[in-house]
């Protein structure tokens, strides 16, 4: 049971350059997450999705954009990256409900040049 | 502004004393969550206290919430070394409609050292 896997776990980009970051969940969860953690910052949510083809935005949504096709995938990219979404990207899930746990990936290292 | 505030940010302490860390919000909320990141790894959940909770243990971890000063504070008891890591507490808001599709807001972190 792998739980949340995240692809790359590393990449260095060119400013203007596109890429997408792949998350996947093994536990059958309904809602997914993305977060990006800066120095001094806690983790600031991107976006989320509540279940296969849907997502909405969270705190700081600018310069991304997401796909949920498929219920245990959950896709971040990036369309023009810049140097200020240099950052460390967690993927998260959870199962149904308001509250819970929510189960992290080992995060995905960026750097935008 | 953050919604999470933790304090301290920094906390180094020798193997075998306590820990003690707190977190201050602003807004109401329905849980809130404590969870501990060891350098480089993702995030791994330790504890969940509910709004109507006052204080939960599991283990060495003892939380406790009082929601008239929105204030939690996270104890690790008999800290050994392998306690080092970031701890972040998370809360979750009362969404509106009452749904809030789980969505947590992290504080900054208190980064714990324990010398052995």
């Known amino acids: 049971n792998a739980g949340v896997t995240q692809t790359p776990k590393f990449r260095v980009l060119k400013t203007g350059q596109s890429m997408t970051l792949l998350c996947a969940q093994d536990?059958?969860?309904?809602?997914m997450y993305w977060y990006r953690q800066d120095p001094g910052m806690g983790l600031r949510l991107i976006h989320y999705s509540v279940g296969e083809g849907t997502t909405a935005k969270g705190e700081v949504p600018d310069g991304y954009n997401v796909s949920r096709l498929k219920k245990q995938n959950f896709l971040l990219g990036l369309e023009s990256a810049a140097p200020s979404q240099t950052s460390v990207y967690f993927c998260a899930s959870k199962g149904e409900g308001n509250t819970g746990e929510l189960f992290f990936g080992e995060g995905s290292r960026l750097t935008v040049l | 502004s953050q919604q999470g505030e933790e304090d301290p940010q920094a906390l180094s302490i020798q193997e075998g004393e306590n820990a003690t860390m707190n977190c201050s919000y602003k807004t109401s909320i329905n849980n809130l969550q404590w969870y501990r990141q060891n350098s480089g790894r993702g995030l791994v959940h330790l504890i969940l206290i509910r709004s109507n909770e006052r204080e939960k243990h599991s283990g060495r971890l003892r939380v406790t919430l009082d929601t008239s000063k929105k204030s939690s504070s996270l104890l690790i008891t008999a800290s050994r070394a392998a306690d080092t890591a970031s701890y972040f507490c998370a809360t979750g808001l009362v969404g509106a409609g009452g749904t809030s599709y789980g969505k947590l807001t992290f504080g900054q972190g208190t980064i714990l050292t324990v010398h052995p």
């Open positions: 536990m059958n969860h309904e809602y």
